[in-house]
C-alpha cells in the first residue's frame, strides 16, 4: 500500500520520526540505519511497512529496501511481530542480524529488547534457510569498501540492492575507474540508465 515516504524530518524520538510529506505527518517507527539518518529539517525517504493489528495500526520506516524484506521475512515467524522485529532493527545493524541468524548466535539476538532465548531459537530455526537465499541473492558490501557510501545513496534514490551492486561493479571496467564517490556515483547512474 505504502512502499515509501519521502519528506522533511519534523521530529526525532528515540526510535520514532515524525516525517512531514507535503503537510501530512507521518510518525514512523525506524530501523536503526534510518535513525541514523533523520536529521531534523532534511528531506529523508524512508522505505515503509504498514501493519495492522489488534493493538492498532504502525507504520515502520527503513532506510533501504533490504530492510523492508529483512522485516518481513521476520513478521513472517509466528509470535514475531512489528514491534520485536523492529526492536532487532533498531538494536542490530542489517548485516549483523542476517549473519547472527545463519550462524546460530542466540546472544547477539537477545540482546535486542523483548527477544528472548526462545525466540532466537525460533528466529533461527524458520529463517535459516529463507536468509541464505536473501544473503546470497544480495550480497553485502562492507563498510569500508570505497563504494559503500555510493551504494547507500543509490539505495535511496529507489534502485534495489542487486540493482545498485550490480552498477558499482559494472563502474569497475571504466577506464580510468572513478576516483571519487562523486564520479562513482555518476558513473554508476550511468550504467542503470542503458
Same mark, same amino acid.
Given at each position: ?12 524520538? *528515540? ?7 507535503? !503537510? ?19 528531506? /529523508? ?15 515502520? !520506516? ?10 518481513? %521475512? ?13 526492536? /532487532? ?27 528472548? =532465548?526462545?525466540?532466537?531459537? =525460533? /528466529?533461527?530455526?524458520? #529463517?535459516?534457510? =529463507?536468509? *541464505? ?20 545513496? #543509490?539505495?535511496?534514490? *529507489?534502485?534495489? %540492492? ?6 558499482? =561493479? ?14 562513482? /556515483? ?9
Amino acid at each position: 500500500m505504502l512502499r515509501y515516504l519521502q519528506g522533511t524530518v519534523e521530529t526525532v524520538e *528515540g526510535p520514532l520520526v515524525v516525517l512531514d510529506v507535503q !503537510g501530512w505527518g507521518f510518525e514512523l517507527q525506524v530501523s536503526r540505519a534510518a535513525r541514523s539518518r533523520a536529521l531534523v529539517g532534511e528531506s /529523508l525517504r524512508l522505505f515503509t511497512a504498514l501493519q495492522v493489528s489488534e493493538s492498532g495500526v504502525a507504520l515502520f !520506516g527503513f532506510l533501504r529496501e533490504s530492510e523492508r524484506s529483512l522485516f518481513q %521475512r521476520l513478521t513472517s515467524v509466528k509470535g514475531v511481530g512489528g514491534k520485536v522485529a523492529m526492536a /532487532l532493527l533498531g538494536t542490530l545493524e542489517e548485516e549483523t542480524l542476517v549473519r547472527s541468524i545463519l550462524s546460530g548466535d542466540l546472544a547477539t539476538l537477545s540482546s535486542a529488547p523483548g527477544v528472548g =532465548r526462545k525466540t532466537a531459537e =525460533r /528466529l533461527c530455526f524458520e #529463517l535459516r534457510e =529463507r536468509l *541464505g537465499s536473501y544473503a546470497a541473492g544480495e550480497p553485502g558490501i562492507p563498510a569500508n569498501f570505497p563504494g559503500a557510501l555510493v551504494l547507500e545513496a #543509490l539505495e535511496s534514490l *529507489g534502485f534495489s %540492492r542487486s540493482e545498485a551492486v550490480a552498477a558499482l =561493479r559494472r563502474t569497475a571496467e571504466f577506464s580510468p575507474p572513478p576516483a571519487t564517490d562523486e564520479e562513482l /556515483l555518476q558513473a554508476a547512474l550511468k550504467t542503470l540508465r542503458k
